[in-house]
């Protein structure tokens, strides 16, 4: 009877202890810990969408500016709202190169340098655009240039050559240039040569139908 005892007690003994291996072993019925509940939802379900607070005065989006060409250096004009923001001769090359290659769908330029100008170039062979930097500690940008010649003729290319605000560009007529500004043509060593407010470029011939082939404004590298 005593052996019957201690068997009977045994027993109840496992029935006791097999419940709690049961709760403690099994890991899928256990919760998560309160710190990691914590972690998943600040990584999904409260982190804001990442074009929700784009930072402040920054256009480094591919569609968020056109690019337009004037005789003081760049400007960005702004989509949709139209506003613009001038990127003058004197900026720093890396805050300019970063504004410029968001407004071309974010197109690396090829980086160079002209040893024989003392300066040093950023190219889209896209557009044609080039940009040129003083070899200063800034690299300040000091000029562009569009010439067609060196525009990518390929159906992939990935925009136009940029242009004035009024429309000006590479391609354009010499009527057309006549038209939206007070220019003077004339023949120099580099051929049918002309100025408007600051602006230059060659034509084609002397026609008025004659088309821009190559535009610059500020300090560029040419072979007279």
């Known amino acids: 009877m005593a052996m019957l005892r201690d068997v009977r007690a045994c027993a109840a003994a496992l029935l006791v202890i097999v419940p709690v291996l049961l709760v403690a072993c099994d ?5 998560k810990p309160p710190v990691a509940a914590v972690v998943d939802h600040r990584d999904t379900a409260s982190r804001p969408a990442a074009t929700a607070t784009p930072p402040p005065a920054t256009v480094d989006t591919p569609h968020a500016a056109l690019l337009a060409v004037e005789a003081e250096g760049l400007r960005l004009v702004l989509v949709p709202s139209g506003s613009t923001r001038q990127l003058p001769f004197g900026t720093p090359r890396r805050r300019l190169l970063e504004m410029v290659t968001a407004s071309v769908r974010g197109e690396a330029p090829e980086l160079g340098e002209n040893i024989d100008c003392r300066a040093t170039v950023a190219s889209w ?3 044609g655009l080039q940009l040129w930097f003083a070899t200063d500690t800034a690299a300040r940008f000091i000029g562009w240039s569009v010439a067609a010649g060196a525009i990518d003729p390929t159906p992939d290319a990935r925009g136009p050559a940029p242009t004035t605000m009024s429309g000006i560009g590479v391609g354009s007529t010499r009527a057309e240039v006549e038209s939206a500004y007070s220019a003077k043509v004339r023949k120099s060593t580099l051929g049918i040569e002309f100025n408007a407010g600051g602006l230059a470029g060659l034509l084609a011939s002397e026609r008025a139908d004659a ?3 190559h535009f610059w404004a500020g300090q ?3 072979a007279r």
């Open 27 to 31: 890991g899928s019925a256990a919760p």
């Open 125 to 127: 062979r896209t557009s």
């Open 220 to 222: 560029v590298c040419l």
């Open 211 to 213: 088309r821009i082939v």
